[in-house]
């Protein structure tokens, strides 16, 4: 009898799937599947799987991988964006999908306000000014267009999920009010929590000096800060985006820059990854322009990452394979109500 097959997709660089071993225990099979030059997977090797964990979101796992994985009980998404995956296609045909949402919320949050804190405390500025410039050590060369005294701003959280949340306690801490607008949330959650709550995502940006991304990627909220968002933006507000680049409209941002509508921007995502230089935005940051100096700070999609969330990132995955295998249990489903709406029950 041979034993279920867990497929490894595009993984971390990894000698062993060991953490994936010990989490699943004995009885199973695991391959490590690496993506073709071209970004893909055969589907003939996931016609094999019993259950896939794919890591990453640089390949599109669409209808034709999806009609491919005739034989899998189960695609797991390491991480917590799944916008990559069609996951009506997979709950057409009754493949449950899951993801690992408490991986690394903490770092996601605390990347935010490192971002925040870098460009309202002007830390790359300075540091880069004295690299270079003997005159930098002196007041009269102080000027940052973001600086500014952190407890006379209110950080606006758009999506309070869970890195919201964590963001928000952190932003806190360093004595900014806190204010949020997510339209899925129950009515009370801001009193709970404590926090001045929109209920317009304009009201939000309206009232904000720091505008922090936690939302997913989706339909709804694709170029969600669009000229006329950034328009309705403070002149000095800085945005902050964690969450998925296309949530941005980067011409807009551009625009919103060059025009100084905004101050300021540090994002760890972008539409295009990795990113595009041709982008004029992007293209003046390279050049290191002076009207952008210290405006706008840019992370390879590394809010995620340290060490310890890429081992929980694995041992989750693995754990939500064999919940389901094992124990006939769903860890973290994300497509329930398309697999109810095409007849698969409650799971
Ligand atoms: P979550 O599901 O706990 O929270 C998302 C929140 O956004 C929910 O409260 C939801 O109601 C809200 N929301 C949905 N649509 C909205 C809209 N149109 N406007 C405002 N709010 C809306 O997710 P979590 O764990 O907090 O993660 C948030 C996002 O962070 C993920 O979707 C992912 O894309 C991104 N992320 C980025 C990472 C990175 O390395 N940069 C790593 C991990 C996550």
Redesign the pocket.
């Given at each position: 009898m041979p034993m279920p097959l867990v497929l490894i997709l595009d993984p971390p660089p990894m000698p062993l799937p060991d953490l994936e071993a010990a989490e699943l225990g004995a009885g199973f099979d695991i391959e490590l599947v690496p993506l073709n030059a071209s970004h893909q997977v055969s589907t003939a090797t996931l016609a094999r799987a019993d259950a896939i964990i794919n890591f990453r979101g640089r390949h599109k796992i669409g209808e034709r991988e999806v009609n491919a994985m005739t034989k899998a009980q189960l695609l797991v998404q390491a991480?917590?964006?799944y916008n990559h995956i069609d996951i009506d296609a997979c709950a057409r045909r009754g493949l449950a999908v899951c993801n690992t949402?408490d991986y690394?919320?903490m770092e996601?949050a605390d990347h935010a306000l490192a971002l925040t804190l870098n460009l309202v405390r002007g830390i790359s500025t300075y540091n880069a000014r004295l690299l270079t410039r003997d005159d930098a050590w002196s007041t009269d060369q102080l000027a940052i267009r973001p600086v500014r005294r952190l407890r006379d701003l209110t950080f606006g959280v758009?999506?309070?999920?869970?890195?919201?949340i964590a963001a928000a306690q952190r932003a806190r801490a360093f004595s900014l009010d806190v204010a949020f607008?997510?339209?899925?949330?129950p009515p009370g959650v801001e009193l709970s929590l404590g926090l001045h709550r929109h209920d317009t995502?304009r009201g939000l940006l309206a009232a904000s000096d720091i505008v922090s991304l936690?939302?997913?990627?989706?339909t709804?909220?694709t170029k969600?800060i669009d000229h006329a968002a950034v328009a309705a933006m403070k002149p000095d507000a800085v945005l902050i985006n964690?969450?998925?680049g296309p949530i941005i409209d980067l011409d807009a941002l551009e625009a919103g820059l060059r025009t100084d509508r905004i101050a300021a921007a540090g994002l760890?995502?972008l539409p295009v990854e990795p990113m595009e230089r041709s982008h004029p935005l992007i293209k003046a940051w390279t050049a290191r322009e002076p009207w952008l100096e210290g405006r706008l700070t840019i992370t390879p999609?590394?809010?995620?990452y340290t060490p310890q969330s890429l081992d929980d990132m694995r041992r989750l995955s693995a754990r939500a394979v064999a919940d389901r295998l094992s124990r006939g249990k769903l860890r973290s489903l994300v497509n329930g109500e398309e697999l109810r709406r095409y007849g698969f029950g409650a799971p």
């Open positions: 991480g917590v964006g949402p690394g919320t996601v758009v999506g309070l999920g869970r890195i919201g607008y997510d339209p899925h949330l995502l936690h939302c997913p990627l989706t709804a909220t969600l964690t969450a998925r760890d995502v999609h590394a809010a995620f």
